[in-house]
């Protein structure tokens, strides 16, 4: 099959950060980008060549949307299946349908990477009160009751502490079809952000250590302060899967380590991943250009990171006391910033990130941490 080479447009469904800068390596290299979503003036929009505001259900709007693009890539994993087949009719959808089936819903993630032997917390599947009660006798508190359907950074999740409290976590989420989890007592959480080609080859970007607050990435230092065994074995994990999916595009693999050094896998987004925002400043190929060498069947670019790294969250709570002092965070000379154009700073919503570099990780770290105190007023 022939490549997509620049100047060809490219596809986007979704509309936020992550096709903002998909959408800014696509242009650099001189493809022109096209993006659909609900939304107009959106992160993606405002860079892309096109933004057309239609929803995802509109299945008309998405095959005119893919009769303009020579590929259609997406960057969030909750696209209907039926947008992604009637986009398919026009163009090739990659990382295709089947994956995104796959990994938009817990239970089938979870089924699809147990039956390939790669390792996941011990669950149950759960679809009434009663099947909870068992569950919770079967796995033992604490334990963790998810929603089947993706919630995302925490949502759709309680933290069921004793069988007495099955009944109200079943309340809480809804009486929806859902997983429930044994607790997993993890050293670390890290990730994998990897990336497969049309012709098979792999790339990773390494291992990366991800520290949450209130259930949102909050920090990702790049590498991670894991032993090589830890590193060998994360990567070894996440060609598996990328392999077992046929992913052709980009996809992140979260994973638990525990106090044994034993790697667990947490859950994929078959896309770009916050954790791997670094890769734009720090690494020869970023995880966005390497989604689109993917999309376009070129061949995969060097993940060689060029420095140490750290990438610090930017949520609409910086904002609380007034615009945060950007001229104070240009002071660091080591320090990038990015904003994604939203208007309007919410509580708990992504605003943009702030990336250090430096000459070892925990560096990176204490000057992205940095960089970020002094942005509050
Ligand atoms: P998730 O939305 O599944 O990524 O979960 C959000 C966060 O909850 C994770 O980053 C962990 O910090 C925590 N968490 C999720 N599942 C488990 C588990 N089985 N054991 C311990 N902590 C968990």
Not at 19 to 35: E, K, L, P, Q
Not at 159 to 184: H, M, N, P, Q, S
Not at 264 to 285: K, M, Q, W, Y
Request: net charge negative.
């Amino acid at each position: 099959m022939k490549p997509i080479l620049p100047g060809a447009a490219i596809g986007v469904l979704g509309s936020g950060q992550l096709g903002r800068m998909f959408a800014i390596a696509a242009r650099r290299m001189g493809y022109r980008v096209h993006t659909l979503s609900p939304d107009s003036d959106t992160p993606t929009g405002q860079v892309s060549d096109l933004e057309i505001a239609a929803s995802y259900e509109d299945l008309d709007a998405v095959r005119r949307f893919a009769r303009g693009v020579s590929a259609v890539t997406f960057e969030f994993e909750n696209v209907p299946a039926a947008t992604a087949a009637a986009a398919a009719e026009f163009a090739p959808v990659r990382p295709a349908g089947s994956v995104l089936h796959t990994t938009q819903q817990r239970i089938r993630e979870k089924t699809f990477l147990e039956s390939h032997g790669l390792p996941v917390a011990p669950f149950r599947i759960v679809r009434d009160a009663a099947a909870l009660e068992t569950a919770v006798a079967e796995l033992g508190c604490p334990c963790i009751l998810k929603t089947a359907d993706f919630g995302y950074d925490g949502k759709g999740q309680v933290r069921i502490e004793a069988a007495v409290d099955a009944a109200t976590a079943w309340e809480k989420i809804g009486r929806r079809d859902a997983v429930l989890e044994g607790f997993i007592s993890f050293a670390k959480e890290v990730s994998v952000v990897a990336a497969r080609s049309v012709t098979g080859e792999y790339a990773d970007f390494g291992v990366v250590e991800n520290m949450h607050r209130n259930h949102i990435l909050d920090l990702t230092v790049a590498p991670a302060a894991v032993s090589v065994r830890v590193q060998e074995r994360a990567r070894e994990i996440s060609r598996a899967v990328l392999e077992a999916l046929d992913v052709v595009g980009v996809l992140c693999v979260e994973l638990f380590v525990t106090h044994g050094d034993e790697l667990i896998i947490n859950e994929l987004a078959p896309r770009p991943h916050n954790s791997g925002h670094f890769t734009f400043d720090a690494c020869v190929t970023s995880q966005f250009e390497q989604q689109l060498r993917a999309v376009c069947g070129l061949p995969l670019g060097s993940t060689a990171q060029l420095c140490a790294s750290a990438m610090a969250n930017l949520l609409g709570d910086e904002w609380a006391g007034g615009e945060p002092d950007w001229a104070a965070v240009a002071a660091f000379p080591s320090v990038k910033i990015h904003m994604y154009g939203k208007m309007e700073a919410r509580r708990g919503r992504k605003m943009g990130h702030l990336t250090a570099l430096a000459g070892t990780p925990e560096e990176a770290a204490r000057m992205v941490m940095e960089a970020r105190r002094v942005l509050r007023r």
